[in-house]
């Protein structure tokens, strides 16, 4: 469920340093030399990818929200810790492959995404075919997806989603925080703490995109 809309979301990020305001011409320079670069695609909050830059530093970390609203908590937060190493960009994950260049990236979260039931909608899933295609783009050779979710039938869509299109499998599971390895340093979002605290099972896979690069 998405936040209500609140007044003055838009006029916050417009003003904010910590938004950036024209990413694009930062395409293929959001790193330096031997930097690792992490996306979160629908950060919602910031909680997940906040934890993350302030226990890593050394490596870029961007968050990427739609919503005004939601994003506008997570503005709050950075002007508070003010992370330096985190970089905050209000669009539409359509864009991300105009935003970042080929291999630049080397993680992609996507972190209990709108499920979009609909099959009328299916293009518009986070985990689709679409979509995949932009994440292989600006992955680098080693790079991956990291996909959490307590939408079975999302989990389910996306885990063939994902083989459909080549993509190496490289974990999974279906009850995350019973799973003694892939819940090691496990970094909840608020979303997940409301659902596993309900007793969800959360769901989880991690993905690598096929060698050869689409161009």
Known sequence: MRLKHIKGAEEAMEKSPFIIQNPAIRKGQWKNPGQKLF?????????????????????????????????????????????????????NAELTDEIFAEGEADVVYLNFSDPWPKDRHAKRRLTSP??????RKILSVDGRVEFK???????????????????????????????????????????????????????????????????
């Open 149 to 215: 979710t307590d939408n079975m039938p999302l989990f389910e869509y996306s885990l063939e989603s994902f083989k459909g299109c080549g993509w190496e499998i490289v974990s999974v599971t279906r009850d995350l925080h019973a799973d003694p390895i892939l819940s090691a340093g496990n970094v909840m979002t608020e979303y997940e703490e409301r659902f596993s605290s309900k007793g969800n099972p959360i769901a989880k896979l991690v993905a690598r995109p096929p060698h050869e690069r689409i161009k």
């Open 130 to 135: 679409e979509f995949l295609q932009r994440y």
């Open 39 to 91: 996306l979160e695609i629908g950060m919602g909050k910031g909680r997940f990818i906040m934890q993350k830059a302030a226990a890593d530093p050394d490596n870029i970390y961007i968050g990427i929200e739609k919503y005004s609203s939601v994003m506008l908590r997570g503005l709050q937060k950075q002007e508070e810790l003010q992370l330096r190493n985190l970089y905050l960009i209000r669009m």
